[in-house]
Nanobody, 113 residues
Framework: QVQLVESGGGLVQPGGSLRLSCAVS????????MGWYRRAPGKQRELVAV???????NYADSVKGRFTISRDNAKNTVYLQMNSLKPEDTAVYYC???????WGQGTQVTVSS
């Protein structure tokens, strides 16, 4: 069983930054493709960023140039650095192992003045 625990969410003003972390249990983290997703109120969950085992990344158009996904295989952790945050980035952010049913519990990000 894989367990994922997100942290780092909070309240931030527009233009600010946050870094989300997702700690993943299991000894084979390095082979997983990991993703960050978000669900805004009244909307479906959307994929924000993906990072493969080899470090290739892909981003939703809405966050390109502002968000950066990275991973530390030694720490079994995936990160999402979010800069230039906008009110429309407000959502619950989840990390997940892509292609599986493994998700974290989510962390709330609120961008508001």
């Amino acid at each position: 069983q894989v367990q994922l625990v997100e942290s780092g969410g909070g309240l931030v003003q527009p233009g600010g930054s946050l870094r989300l972390s997702c700690a993943v249990s299991g000894s084979i983290f390095s082979i997983y493709t990991m993703g960050w997703y978000r669900r805004a109120p009244g909307k479906q969950r959307e994929l924000v960023a993906v990072i493969t085992s080899g470090g290739q990344t892909n981003y939703a158009d809405s966050v390109k140039g502002r968000f950066t996904i990275s991973r530390d295989n030694a720490k079994n952790t995936v990160y999402l650095q979010m800069n230039s945050l906008k009110p429309e980035d407000t959502a619950v952010y989840y990390c997940g192992v892509v292609g599986t049913g493994y998700w974290g519990q989510g962390t709330q990000v609120t961008v508001s003045s």
